[in-house]
């Protein structure tokens, strides 16, 4: 079955960079676009941005150009989302979803989220 | 790229229908058929009961259905149950190859 396991909780002080795991299985992690997604507390989903495992290529949202990177490692099945400069209001759950073949592909499995505080 | 536009909250009796809208613009929603719909129950991930504008996945109640016209996409779910109640967001494909969700709907069973 598909699953997707994310990192664990972090605690990290404004201006410090965050980086979160999601390791998949179950699928051919090569094949399906990996998004990320977050949710401030008390908030809407908000999409950071996708990478296709297959060739590395990512898409970011405008909002976080410059401050994010998506990466992958093929070989070990697991992505990456680190996000720079951190601010309070980054302060979050993060998700990895999957998607699909292509960027437009809907998401169907998400991981069960990483909580991310940026508190000094 | 701005945020889909949902009602803040919808409500409704057991058995009663509701609709929930998302409207977008040319470049999202009216643009293309890939406008997904999520439930998400408090603390936990967020879970696709509609995809593709109308299409529902293996395991989601036929109570559920999506539809689309112009900018606006809908999110219909008839005979309310309890179990209903949650967060309900939708998402579109862009033309810039991104994706954007709506600002979330709480749906309340009376």
């Known amino acids: 079955q598909v699953q997707l396991v994310q990192s664990g909780a972090e605690v990290k002080k404004p201006g410090a960079s965050m980086k979160v795991s999601c390791k998949a299985s179950?699928?051919?992690?090569?094949?399906?676009?990996m998004h990320w997604v977050r949710q401030a507390p008390g908030q809407g989903l908000e999409w950071m941005g996708w990478?296709?495992?297959?060739?590395?290529?990512?898409n970011y949202a405008q909002k976080f150009q410059g401050r994010v990177t998506m990466t992958r490692d093929t070989s070990i099945s697991t992505a990456y989302m680190e996000l720079s400069r951190l601010r309070s209001d980054d302060t979050a759950v993060y998700y990895c979803?999957?998607?699909?073949?292509?960027?437009?592909?809907?998401?169907?499995?998400w991981g069960q989220g990483t909580l991310v505080t940026v508190s000094s | 790229q701005s945020a889909l536009t949902q009602p803040a909250s919808v409500s409704g009796s057991p058995g009663q229908s509701i609709t929930i809208s998302c409207t977008g613009t040319?470049?999202?929603?009216?643009?293309?058929?890939?406008v997904s719909w999520y439930q998400q129950h408090p603390g936990k991930a967020p879970k696709v009961m509609i995809y593709?504008?109308?299409n529902r996945p293996s395991g989601v109640s036929i109570r559920f259905s999506g539809s689309k016209s112009g900018n606006t996409a809908s999110l219909t779910i008839s005979g309310l149950q309890a179990e209903d109640e949650a967060d309900y967001y939708c998402?579109?494909?862009?033309?810039?190859?991104?994706?954007?969700f709506g600002g979330g709907t709480k749906l309340t069973v009376l």
């Open positions: 593709d504008v109308s």
């Open positions: 998402n579109s494909y862009t033309s810039s190859r991104t994706l954007v």
């Open positions: 040319s470049s999202d929603v009216g643009g293309y058929n890939y």
């Open positions: 979803v999957r998607g699909g073949l292509i960027a437009a592909a809907p998401q169907d499995y």
């Open positions: 179950g699928y051919t992690f090569p094949g399906y676009y």
């Open positions: 990478i296709n495992p297959n060739s590395g290529g990512t």
